[in-house]
């Protein structure tokens, strides 16, 4: 079955603008999570999306947000360009978020992530 | 930040065991420790998985401690496409997906 999907894959911007990222997770699956990886950070948590309500949200300012549609597809959106925005946006997807082993469900707590959109910011 | 330490980098000969370690020391009685690699400019794979039991799969064993402060990744037969940043996670499997990365271990194997 297709992996996770994001889209653009690669993309420039300048400063002051903003940009919104897509992510298409796995057929099925219902959680979708965003983390940011730079160079000097590393991999951070952005934020998850559930049922199209956000459970849990890293230390990003509000300039970053997201939104989770009901087909599981999700948007993040970064507004106001900075030059440190500069990243590698990763989504990933898994197939539950609460239920996991203790309601008998095949939850690994697996996450299945797509290549990234590399954004560049001038 | 983090709850797990690994090597920063690793060389490995192509064929061998490649063995990374992780010590998680303060890894709570719920929390799983998960492996994920990443091979340049790709998202994170994951890896395995396991609580206090060892585990093997197709891609790789996972040895814990007794104690559960510290894993051991092996790859049994290393191969050049293996060359990859390994990190070496703890967290709860149910709740919020949200994962902590560390700095991870660059294995570099070698023809």
């Known amino acids: 079955k297709a992996g996770v999907t994001q889209t653009p894959r690669y993309l420039i911007k300048t400063r002051g603008q903003q940009v919104t990222l897509s992510c298409s997770p796995i057929?099925?699956?219902?959680?979708v999570s965003w983390y940011q990886q730079t160079p000097g950070q590393g991999l951070q948590f952005l934020f998850e999306y559930f049922s199209e309500t956000q459970r849990n949200k890293g230390n990003f300012p509000g300039r970053f947000s997201g939104r989770q549609f009901s087909n599981s597809r999700s948007e993040m959106n970064v507004s106001t360009l900075e030059l440190g925005d500069s990243a590698l946006y990763l989504c990933?997807?898994?197939?539950?978020w609460g239920a996991g082993l203790l309601a008998g469900a095949q939850n690994t707590g697996e996450l299945f992530f797509g290549e990234g959109s590399r954004l560049t910011v001038l | 930040d983090a709850k797990t330490t690994q090597p920063t980098s690793m060389d490995c000969a192509e064929g061998r065991a490649a063995n990374l370690p992780c010590n998680h020391s303060t890894i709570s009685g719920n929390e799983y420790v998960y492996w994920y690699r990443q091979i340049h400019s790709q998202g994170p794979q994951y890896i395995i998985h396991g609580l206090k039991n060892n585990e093997t799969n197709e891609m790789a064993s996972l040895i814990i401690t007794e104690d559960r402060k510290s894993s051991t990744l092996i790859l049994p037969h290393a191969t050049l496409r293996d060359t990859a940043v390994y990190y070496c996670?703890?967290?709860?499997?149910?709740?919020?997906?949200?994962?902590?990365f560390g700095t991870g271990t660059r294995l570099l194997v070698s023809p």
């Open positions: 057929s099925g699956h219902r959680s």
């Open positions: 990933a997807s898994s197939t539950h």
């Open positions: 996670i703890v967290r709860v499997a149910t709740g919020f997906q949200k994962l902590v």
